[in-house]
């Protein structure tokens, strides 16, 4: 039987890896796309981006709920860990917009900057948790210069949580139906 | 562009970086010896240690009761340059299945306020450390200890190297206990931690014991006793509160129908309350999280249907 801690040390690799390709691939795209050079890679970028992106978000959620079984006491006895859950939610929550919007685009359309800014800040998130994992199994990563996600979590209260689930899911019910009338 | 590619690729991975294994440490816990030769790195880089590493029980092992083992590790400033220093405790040298606890013994103490057959000592003061384990055997018998250490060294012809190093075998007999002898309740656990400011009341477990008395020592060595009173089979009395991060240890002096027995030395760590936060709060913020970052996504794209509209509207006006 595998460990939880051994298990979450493979399906936090193949986040990594998967989210760092996906993360170059975003970049590369905005460089093809700032230049505007119409060039054969463009597509290919776009394409490995969402793939690898897929593939990452399919392995986050083991690589959370492993991650919690692995940690002795839980994620809320430990500033650090708390941030690390809450760094990859938010990551796995952007990955999982911007691969919707992408599935969502017209085969003619192509993804732009900000598309790509999204991608690429859901894989610093990734990488930032996983430096974060680093510090905290080896006291040692290459985010020492940051100390503050160490020692400090902006914690919100239940409520206002909730407050911010419903505010955005009424935004997105409001937005879905003004599209719906405008057609 | 092709090949500005290419070499940028090849560029990158020529770049030399510097490799170094956990210089920061693991923490304390439980790990195998395969740790000590390649935990998160690679074996094949590990240097020789150089250090003396003895071990030997304090008295006789009875089963079933505790046994303080103790470490002895010489040579680290003659030997090697040390700041930091990884010190195991093994009931074998195979590499996995190598923690005591799977040979029969229960690590009761690690002196350090935890139960991990792998401690760290962040500094290293004098050219002898000695290191103390309170273990409990539930077999009598012949068992082996092994003692390994994994350090650095910041001088010499390996600096930056990890080094690691393993003892011989260390032979420990596990007798059975004499009847009627005074002894603790073989499940008795000790406490090992507690928080700045808070006393621990003992409720000691005996078999067999008339009369109990408590002993705890400072930091600096000053000892002190506490009487005890007996309710049930439980013998209770309160080690007072630390008012700073400190270690202290204590004791029972145990009488009975057999020679007055004493137990080793437990350690209790006084450790600043933990920070902790309101698990329900953490994981609703981490949904929030989800669906605020997952929306802002959708939201933020341009709509696609209202640019077509337009840009037909403004190509028909034309």
Not at chain 1, 70 to 86: E, F, I, R, V, W
Not at chain 1, 93 to 116: F, I, Q, S
Request: charged share 15%; aromatic share 8%; net charge negative.
């Amino acid at each position: 039987m595998i460990e939880s801690a051994t298990f979450h040390v493979m399906t936090t690799e193949l986040v990594v890896g998967s989210f760092a390709l996906a993360g170059l691939c975003f970049f590369l795209h905005s460089v093809f796309l700032f230049l505007n050079k119409e060039s054969k890679f463009m597509p290919m970028m776009d394409t490995t981006a969402h793939v690898a992106l897929l593939f990452g978000l399919l392995s986050l959620p083991f690589a959370i709920l492993s991650g919690i079984e692995s940690s002795p006491s839980g994620a809320h006895t430990s500033p650090l860990l708390a941030n690390k859950m809450l760094l990859s939610t938010a990551g796995g929550g952007l990955a999982l917009g911007v691969l919707y919007t992408r599935w969502k685009m017209h085969e003619d359309d192509r993804p732009h900057h900000l598309h790509n800014a999204f991608g690429s800040l859901s894989t610093a998130c990734m990488l930032l948790t996983a430096s974060l994992g680093g510090t905290y199994t080896r006291a040692d990563s290459l985010t020492e210069f940051l100390p503050f996600v160490k020692e400090n979590t902006l914690l919100l209260p239940s409520w206002l949580s909730i407050v911010v689930i419903a505010l955005i899911l009424a935004a997105l019910l409001m937005r879905q139906s003004s599209t719906v009338q405008h057609r | 562009m092709k090949r500005k590619l290419v070499l940028l690729i090849v560029l990158s991975l020529l770049v030399p970086l510097h490799v170094s294994g956990n210089p920061g440490g693991v923490g304390n816990s439980l790990e195998n010896m395969q740790c000590g030769g390649a935990c998160h790195g690679d074996a094949n880089q590990n240097a020789t240690s150089n250090l003396q590493l003895s071990l030997q029980p304090s008295g006789t092992v009875w089963v079933g009761q505790p046994a303080e083992i103790t470490v002895q590790i010489s040579g680290l400033q003659s030997s090697h340059a040390i700041d930091q220093i990884g010190i195991f405790l093994l009931s074998s040298t195979n590499a996995n299945g190598d923690i005591p606890t799977t040979d029969g013994w229960s690590i009761l103490s690690d002196g350090m306020g935890g139960s991990n057959n792998y401690i760290e000592y962040s500094s290293v003061d004098s050219g002898v450390l000695s290191h103390s384990w309170i273990l409990r055997s539930d077999e009598i018998g012949e068992k082996n200890l092994y003692v390994s250490v994994h350090h650095g060294d910041n001088s010499g012809t390996d600096a930056g190297s990890p080094f690691f190093g393993v003892s011989q075998a260390f032979s420990i007999t596990v007798e059975p206990i004499p009847e009627n002898l005074q002894r603790i309740d073989p499940d008795y656990e000790p406490p090992r931690s507690r928080d700045v400011g808070e006393s621990t009341n003992i409720c000691l477990e005996t078999i067999a014991a008339s009369n109990v008395v408590l002993e705890w020592r400072e930091p600096s060595g000053q000892t002190y006793q506490l009487e005890t009173t007996q309710k049930d089979q439980c013998w209770k009395a309160e080690l007072p509160e630390a008012l700073t991060e400190s270690t202290i240890e204590w004791r029972a002096v145990l009488e009975g129908e057999g020679p007055q027995q004493t137990t080793p030395w437990f350690s209790l760590v006084s450790v600043k309350p933990s920070w902790e936060a309101d698990e329900t709060a953490l994981q609703l913020q981490s949904i929030a999280h989800l669906a605020f970052f997952f929306g802002l996504v959708l939201l933020l794209q341009p709509s696609r249907r209202k640019h077509d509209e337009f840009k037909e509207y403004v190509e028909e006006s034309i």
